[in-house]
Each structure stands twice: as C-alpha cells, then as structure tokens.
C-alpha cells in the first residue's frame, strides 16, 4: 500500500486509496459488490436525480467480462483482464421529464468516489480507466443514447506488483504525487 503524503491532514481513507494496476486472484464477495454500490447510492446529486448506473462481471462471468475487457484500449488490456471485477461506470444524460442533467458526470463522479473510499475501508482497490473504446462499449452494452459510458473501473484486493510487466511494474512502484494545493485552490481569483 502506498499511503498518500500530505501537506495538511486528511481522512485515512483519502490517504491510502490508490490505483493499483495489480489485483490479488481472488474474488470480490457479492454482498461486498453490493456494499460498494450502496455506498456509491448515497452520493449527492442535483434534483437527487442519481444519475449513474452500472454494469459489473466477475472474472468467473467469462463472457461479460471478456467483453468489458475487449472494450477497454490496448494500454489497459494487460493489467485490468487480470481484476477480479470490471466495472463499467455509467452517467443518465437527461432528467426524466427530458431535459438534460447537464451535471450528471459530476454526480457519477461523486459516486464513483464514495465507491471507491468504501472499497478502501474494505481493503479493496479501484482503478477507473478512460482509456476505453466509447463506440465499442455503447455497441456492446447495446446503451441508449441517453447513457454515457465514462470509466471503466477494474476492482479487487491488492496483488503483487512484481506480476507486472513493464511498463506497469514501474508505474506500480512509483511514488505518488499531486499538485501542490496552492496550484489548485485560489482565494477569490485566479
């Protein structure tokens, strides 16, 4: 585990969630998947529309899970096939009277986070991908228009990085940096 340095104290939590590339075999115990999405249930959002959704495989679902994996680019292929969960994290662009939630990947995001500090107090990790192919994915999932695919998030409890190949084994080792809060906070003005 890579515990975050920080310049002001934060939560625990904040501090050793992480994305790893390399996940123990083991699997993801159901009613933890669904601790994990409840968690993500509880996120705020605008006009608590709760816009997003997800599709989730197991390793053991072959054939779902293969075809998440064939959805994601070629630069995450290697390492998230290897997670014992794939999910696929999704965003309703539009509010049920019609009109657009212009805000909606916002509030996936924040419940995408509250997924992923619940999978850190249970000792799992998460790493949410963009590297996915849009079209393929909306193809494959046969998704309405409506419904954004935005990450793909690969699951499961910590492996060893020495599993990797390059050049995820070096990413793996690498410490962990984040701007400076001063580079990303401003009072008043920019």
């Known amino acids: 585990m890579k515990l975050a340095t920080t ?6 939590l904040i501090r050793k969630r992480w994305s790893p590339r390399s996940f123990a075999s083991y699997p993801v115990a159901p009613e933890t998947m669904g601790q994990l999405f409840e968690a993500a249930s509880w996120a705020a959002s605008a006009m608590n529309a709760q816009p997003w959704r997800y599709i989730y495989a197991h390793h053991a679902d072959q054939a779902t ?3 998440m994996v064939d959805c994601l680019l070629p630069g995450n292929q290697p390492w998230a096939k290897n997670a014992p969960v794939l999910i696929l994290a999704l965003a309703e662009t ?5 009109s657009p ?8 995001g924040a419940a995408n986070a509250n997924l992923l500090l619940e999978a850190t107090a249970l000792g799992l990790h998460g790493h949410m991908m963009g590297g996915f192919d849009a079209a393929k994915t ?3 999932f046969n998704l309405p228009a409506t419904l954004q695919p935005v990450v793909f998030i690969a699951l499961g409890y910590l492996g060893e990085a020495e599993l990797l190949d390059e ?9 962990r940096q984040r701007k400076a809060v001063n580079e990303i906070a401003f009072h008043e003005h920019l």
């Open 138 to 140: 909306r193809e494959t």
């Open 167 to 175: 050049p995820f084994l070096s990413r793996e080792k690498a410490g």
């Open 7 to 12: 310049t002001y104290p934060v939560h625990e």
């Open 94 to 98: 539009q509010y049920e009277n019609g």
């Open 101 to 108: 939630n212009t805000v909606a990947l916002h509030d996936l």
């Open 65 to 67: 899970f293969q075809k």
